[in-house]
């Protein structure tokens, strides 16, 4: 089994005929991380402004025969100055759009959530996997599989409607949310399906908006109609889920890799909550992988534009 890396030109040809966004991308130093910024200014998706020590920035270009000097770059000292100047950039307005390049996760998310600095907003941030399996009729949105370790039920209310706002950005007017769990029903030993029940009610209560919940779910009922019906779950999103929220980051991961390495899934991830949605891959992940979740994250920063400008 082959990866499509067709699964996302629906995002890539919609973002290319809106045109591109300022995308400020914080220390491009690798292969994959540069090229997956050059190929969306090819693509017409972003204007990168690459913010890296300016010899190594040099260096990469010239091993990969890249004219840098048609893009703006900024030079900094290191990967940290890299993060903290990527994100003044967003601050300031001159960026709709941040990337992250080959830096590690928790230098790059220091300076997005620094508390005087940084770009959070009164919602907690979290991440999107957003999921083109062969074998599932439509993509897969799986949260939060890389930012929130162990959330409580206020943080998965958040994660919630982070992931429900990006379906909302690519037309997905009102998606389901299957709530995953160990177990359908719920076990008062097991929080997981607490949260799931009480999220489902906060839905009910309007705390949760534009999508339909369900759960706890299984993995099994919540993807599969026959194994619903085969335990009498009656639900509207068993067997037809657009988002799965995993309990905690470690199942959420799991089965992302899982997805992407044992099924072939193509992969692109985004993350929520912040003043402008940021890409946030990892660091193996391949320039067609960056180049789908940069279309993904203009295509809701045009919608947050588009909402701006609303009277």
């Given at each position: 089994?082959?990866?499509?890396?067709?699964?996302?030109?629906?995002f890539i040809?919609?973002t290319?005929?809106?045109?591109?966004?300022?995308?400020?991308?914080?220390?491009?130093?690798?292969?994959?991380?540069?090229?997956?910024?050059?190929?969306a200014?090819?693509?017409?998706?972003?204007?990168?402004?690459?913010?890296?020590?300016?010899a190594?920035?040099?260096?990469l270009?010239?091993?990969?025969?890249?004219?840098?000097?048609?893009?703006?770059?900024?030079?900094?000292?290191?990967?940290?100055?890299?993060?903290?100047?990527?994100?003044?950039?967003?601050?300031?307005?001159y960026?709709?759009?941040?990337?992250?390049?080959?830096?590690?996760?928790?230098?790059?998310?220091?300076?997005?959530?620094?508390?005087?600095?940084?770009i959070?907003?009164?919602?907690?941030?979290s991440?999107?996997?957003?999921?083109?399996?062969?074998?599932?009729?439509?993509?897969?949105?799986?949260?939060?599989?890389?930012?929130?370790i162990?959330?409580?039920?206020a943080?998965?209310?958040?994660?919630?409607?982070?992931?429900?706002d990006l379906?909302?950005?690519?037309?997905?007017?009102?998606?389901?949310v299957?709530?995953?769990?160990?177990?359908?029903?719920?076990n008062?030993?097991?929080?997981?399906?607490?949260?799931?029940?009480?999220?489902?009610?906060?839905?009910d209560?309007?705390q949760?908006?534009?999508?339909?919940?369900?759960?706890?779910?299984?993995?099994?009922?919540?993807?599969?109609?026959?194994?619903?019906?085969?335990?009498?779950?009656?639900?509207?999103?068993?067997?037809?889920?657009?988002?799965?929220?995993?309990?905690?980051?470690?199942?959420?991961?799991?089965?992302?890799?899982?997805?992407?390495?044992?099924?072939?899934?193509?992969?692109?991830?985004?993350?929520?909550?912040?003043?402008?949605?940021?890409?946030l891959?990892?660091?193996?992940?391949?320039?067609?992988?960056?180049?789908?979740?940069?279309?993904?994250?203009?295509?809701?920063?045009h919608?947050?534009?588009?909402?701006?400008?609303?009277?």
């Open positions: 089994m082959t990866r499509d890396d067709h699964a996302f030109s629906d040809t919609a290319t005929e809106l045109g591109p966004l300022p995308l400020a991308v914080a220390h491009p130093a690798s292969r994959e991380s540069l090229l997956g910024a050059i190929e200014a090819e693509r017409g998706i972003a204007t990168p402004i690459l913010i890296a020590p300016k190594k920035l040099a260096r270009g010239d091993e990969l025969e890249l004219d840098l000097s048609r893009y703006e770059c900024i030079d900094v000292p290191h990967s940290h100055a890299a993060a903290e100047r990527a994100v003044e950039l967003v601050r300031g307005g960026a709709d759009l941040l990337m992250k390049g080959s830096l590690h996760t928790d230098e790059f998310m220091e300076a997005v959530l620094d508390k005087t600095a940084g959070r907003t009164d919602r907690r941030l991440h999107v996997f957003i999921m083109k399996v062969e074998s599932y009729p439509r993509y897969l949105f799986i949260t939060d599989a890389a930012i929130n162990a959330p409580d039920l943080t998965k209310q958040d994660i919630a409607q982070n992931a429900i379906t909302h950005a690519l037309g997905i007017n009102r998606p389901k299957a709530i995953l769990a160990a177990v359908e029903t719920v008062p030993k097991m929080p997981s399906t607490l949260d799931a029940a009480a999220l489902c009610k906060m839905a209560r309007g949760i908006r534009g999508a339909v919940l369900d759960g706890p779910l299984a993995f099994d009922n919540a993807i599969s109609r026959e194994a619903a019906a085969t335990k009498g779950i009656v639900s509207p999103v068993a067997g037809d889920p657009d988002i799965l929220l995993v309990p905690d980051l470690e199942a959420g991961n799991m089965l992302a890799k899982q997805l992407s390495y044992l099924a072939a899934a193509a992969t692109a991830g985004v993350v929520m909550g912040a003043k402008v949605p940021i890409v891959t990892s660091r193996a992940e391949d320039a067609n992988g960056r180049l789908a979740s940069t279309a993904i994250a203009a295509l809701l920063a919608r947050r534009r588009r909402q701006e400008l609303a009277p």
